[in-house]
C-alpha cells in the first residue's frame, strides 16, 4: 500500500505559478512511476505529467509541456509540478498518482496508476 498525499493548491492569477507536492509513504519502494492528473468538473481524468522514480525521466501532455515541470526528491519520497503560465483552462482538481509495474511505454490513463491521492484544488482566475 501506498499512500499520497497532495498539497500546495491554491487560487492564482492567469499567467501566475504554483508548485504542488506529493508526499508518498508506505510501501514505497516498490513504486515505479508517479503521474499528476487533474479532473475539472464534469470532465474525465486527464494526464498531466508523469516520471521514473529510477533516473527521473519525465512526459507530458501537450497542453502543459513547456509550462509545467514535473521533478522528484527521491531522499524525500516526494514529487513536485510545478505550474508556470498558468491558464484559466488549467483551473481543476490536481491529483497525483504511483504506478508500480515497470513499462515499457509512457502511461496516461487513470486506470493504469495503481493508487492516488485525495487530489488538490487549483483554480486560476482571468
Known amino acids: 500500500q501506498v499512500q499520497l498525499v497532495e498539497s500546495g493548491g491554491g487560487l492564482v492569477q492567469a499567467g501566475g505559478s504554483l508548485r504542488l507536492s506529493c508526499a508518498a509513504s508506505?510501501?514505497?519502494?516498490?513504486?515505479?512511476?508517479m503521474g499528476w492528473f487533474r479532473q475539472a468538473p464534469g470532465k474525465e481524468r486527464e494526464f498531466v505529467a508523469c516520471?521514473?522514480?529510477?533516473?527521473?525521466?519525465?512526459y507530458y501532455a501537450d497542453s502543459v509541456k513547456g509550462r509545467f515541470t514535473i521533478s522528484r526528491d527521491n531522499a524525500e519520497n516526494t514529487v513536485y509540478l510545478q505550474m508556470n503560465s498558468l491558464k484559466p483552462e488549467d483551473t481543476a482538481v490536481y491529483y497525483c498518482?504511483?504506478?508500480?509495474?515497470?513499462?515499457?511505454?509512457?502511461?496516461?490513463?487513470?486506470?493504469?496508476?495503481?493508487?492516488w491521492g485525495q487530489g488538490t484544488q487549483v483554480t486560476v482566475s482571468s
Open positions: 516520471i521514473i522514480w529510477s533516473g527521473g525521466r519525465t
Open positions: 508506505g510501501r514505497t519502494f516498490s513504486s515505479y512511476a
Open positions: 498518482a504511483n504506478r508500480e509495474t515497470r513499462t515499457y511505454v509512457w502511461r496516461t490513463l487513470a486506470s493504469e496508476y495503481d493508487y
